[in-house]
């Protein structure tokens, strides 16, 4: 059995971004800008916007966080984000999710302008994606390909399960394994709430992808002897003996999965690296598009 460790294939990526940077910076040309919107100080947002900007930095990348207090207009958010739109000398932009409720998160993705969309939760993007045309790939299924893709795990005629049908994860997931590409040419199932029999299903998969949010829910009785195993959820579940009084569980019993799969990740240390990693790819395309 091997971990999938984000960490490794986190790195990789980014070391390739280092070079790449380095060599731009030798040509005298200008980096990669990022800019990163946060509303309210949700713990969860402020942890994931933090490490998006400490990577920036650590690869050379210029970042902006501009903050709202949480009871900005939508007025107010939407002209922000026309303003980067127009400001020539930022790359890519993201509005981190979730956001309050008086805002309309659907009219703040579609406000941000396709070509620095980095996050490709765009609708113009999310119709590449399913196209097979080049776009911006949510992060997180972006990052799971590039994960593949380190640790060359074979996909082409795999069954694979995708539990959860987000347009941020499940989705844009179930169409990249089913698209006609290297890491592709799966049979895909996608499962959600109203899945019957999702431990027949899922004993099924040579691959599983679980995005669920439910801590601990997948154990070795749904999981076929060798499948590949990778765990999306990231949930905080109280624990009054650690330092932050919580601790990140994934969905994936890893201690009981482990004894089946042939591969899997940890939580934390897999998929969230890459989704990092997935975003960071993304804002350097969004600034070679240019
Ligand atoms: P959503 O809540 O949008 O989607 C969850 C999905 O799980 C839904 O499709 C839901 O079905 C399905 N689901 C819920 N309960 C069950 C069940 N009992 N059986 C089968 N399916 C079920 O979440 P996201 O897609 O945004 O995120 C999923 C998880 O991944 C969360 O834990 C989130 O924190 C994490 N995440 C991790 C990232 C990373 O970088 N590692 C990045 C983004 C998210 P239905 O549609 O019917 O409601």
Do not use: W
């Not at 207090?69 to 930022?90: G, H, P, W």
């Not at 994606?129 to 299924?141: K, N």
């Not at 290297?182 to 992808?209: M, R, Y």
């Not at 990231?234 to 591969?263: H, Q, W, Y």
């Amino acid at each position: 059995m091997i971990i999938l460790d984000g960490k490794k294939s986190s790195q990789s990526v980014k070391d390739e971004l280092i070079l790449q940077v380095k060599q731009l910076k030798e040509e005298g040309r200008r980096v990669p800008h990022l800019a990163a919107i946060l509303v309210g100080n949700n713990g969860a947002s402020e942890t994931y916007v933090a490490s998006k900007v400490k990577n920036c930095s650590e690869i050379g990348f210029r970042s902006s966080l501009i903050r709202f207090d949480v009871d900005v207009s939508e007025d107010e958010l939407l002209e922000a984000i026309i303003k980067l739109n127009n400001d020539d000398a930022i790359d890519g932009i993201l509005v981190q999710l979730p956001l309050p409720k008086h805002i309309s998160e659907q009219k703040v993705i579609e406000t941000i302008s396709p070509k620095k969309d980095v996050d490709g939760f765009h609708p113009i993007n999310a119709g590449k994606l399913v196209q097979g045309m080049p776009t911006f790939i949510p992060a997180t299924p972006y990052g799971m390909m590039l994960m593949f893709e380190y640790f060359n795990i074979e996909t082409k005629g795999k069954n694979a399960v995708v539990i959860g049908r987000s347009n941020i994860v499940g989705r844009p997931m179930s169409i990249l394994l089913s698209g006609n590409h290297q890491f592709g040419n799966c049979t895909v199932t996608i499962c959600h709430s109203h899945t019957k029999n999702l431990e027949a299903i899922c004993s099924n998969a040579d691959i599983l992808v679980s995005a669920i949010g439910n801590p601990g829910m997948i154990k070795a009785n749904m999981i076929k002897q060798g499948a590949v195993v990778i765990d999306v959820g990231i949930t905080r579940v109280e624990d009054a003996t650690a330092l932050k009084g919580f601790r990140i569980k994934g969905d994936v019993d890893f201690d009981d999965v482990a004894t089946k799969a042939s591969a899997i990740t940890p939580v934390p240390g897999g998929v969230g690296l890459m989704t990092i990693a997935g975003l960071l790819k993304n804002t350097m395309q969004a600034y070679l598009n240019k």
